[in-house]
């Protein structure tokens, strides 16, 4: 972190830091009565709405390296993380909640950057920063998100609602985020020793972009709202294809069948996976991440779904005993398997 211009936490104390970091923030949704600076939220969805809530936590050398991760874009990532989960129920996020653990090595100034990510995600996508917490921590920085979020209780989606002969569709491309975090480990690693680093990140600003500052799928939503289409089942990619499809089959009580030439792969992802003799369908079934929308429809509703121009069809539902397999170009079939990549920082 930069030393000159530094200012410490406790120059401040906990009172004025809050202050400093949640004053900016106003309140945009109608069903925010009031946020921050009360002992607690006050919300009041609309009558018949349901209210959704999801929690988050990230901690340091967990889930983010400071090294290269900008706090910019972590604050960023924070809110796309919770905005995720209310999207993933078919719902729209309102307000978040940011609980900060916080060490003595960062700075004012570092959070200020923080909060200016987390700002910057707030607006594009009309959210109101409600509440939260700013504790001690001895072990790096730990954020809490709590994100809430309203729709008509006729339209939550559940992940238990897939049908057999359902299509399984996915948002964008699989494999990026993960392959963007092998690129910045990759440069990380050869330049740890070197006087004035200058890592090669040139021909894959797409994967860096996807992993550092990865945009929660609010336009599926909104698609999915005009096409009139409620989907059976969903959930948002954050753990990895295969371990968020055998969510659904679990929740469902169904089995799946997805074909290995219709997962959506970038370009990028697949050069950079060939570079570092990586297989580019591992990435996409297992790196995480991603934060697109996985979720299933009826089959009569193939051509309104193919219409929305966003998805890709890659599988359909079967009944359980069937399980849950990946199907190669030649027609073998391998079992999918909730592997995950373990973090890497």
Do not use: W
């Not at 607006?123 to 001690?136: A, N, P, Q, Y």
């Not at 569709?169 to 740890?192: D, Q, S």
């Amino acid at each position: 972190m930069e030393k000159k211009g530094r200012t410490e936490i406790a120059d401040l104390g906990e009172f004025g830091l809050i202050d400093r970091l949640t004053g900016s923030f106003g309140k945009g949704n109608p069903s925010t009565v009031t946020g921050v600076g009360d002992d607690a939220a006050v919300l009041a969805p609309a009558e018949g709405d349901a209210v959704l809530c999801s929690s988050d936590t990230m901690f340091e050398g967990v889930d983010f390296d400071l090294t290269y991760f900008p706090l910019k874009h972590l604050g960023y990532k924070a809110v796309t993380a919770g905005v995720s989960d209310i999207l993933a129920m078919n719902g729209t996020p309102e307000q978040i909640m940011i609980s900060l653990g916080v060490s003595a090595k960062l700075s004012v100034e570092a959070l200020d950057a923080l909060y200016e990510g987390i700002a910057f995600a707030c607006r594009e996508h009309r959210i109101d920063l409600v509440g939260g917490d700013t504790k001690s921590s001895m072990t790096g920085l730990v954020l809490g998100i709590t994100a809430i979020g309203s729709a008509s209780r006729e339209r939550v989606v559940y992940r238990s609602g897939a049908q057999r002969h359902d299509l399984v569709c996915i948002t964008g491309n699989l494999g990026a985020a993960y392959m963007g975090l092998r690129l910045l480990e990759r440069e990380k690693r050869v330049l740890e020793n070197v006087t004035n680093p200058e890592p090669q990140f040139e021909g894959y600003e797409y994967l860096l972009e996807k992993y550092l500052k990865p945009r929660p799928r609010t336009d599926i939503i909104e698609a999915l709202a005009e096409e009139r289409i409620v989907p059976t089942a969903m959930i948002d990619l954050s753990d990895g294809l295969s371990s968020d499809l055998l969510q659904i089959c679990k929740a469902s009580k169904c089995g799946v069948r997805i074909y290995l030439d219709r997962i959506p792969i970038a370009r990028q992802t697949t050069a950079l996976a060939e570079e570092m003799h990586v297989d580019p369908v591992v990435a996409a079934l297992h790196g995480g991440q991603d934060y697109e929308l996985l979720f299933t429809v009826p089959l009569e509703m193939r051509e309104q779904v193919m219409r929305l121009g966003l998805v890709d069809v890659i599988g359909h539902i079967t009944d359980a005993e069937a399980g849950a397999c990946l199907v190669t170009p030649d027609g073998a079939e391998i079992r999918l398997r909730a592997q995950g990549f373990p973090e890497r920082n």
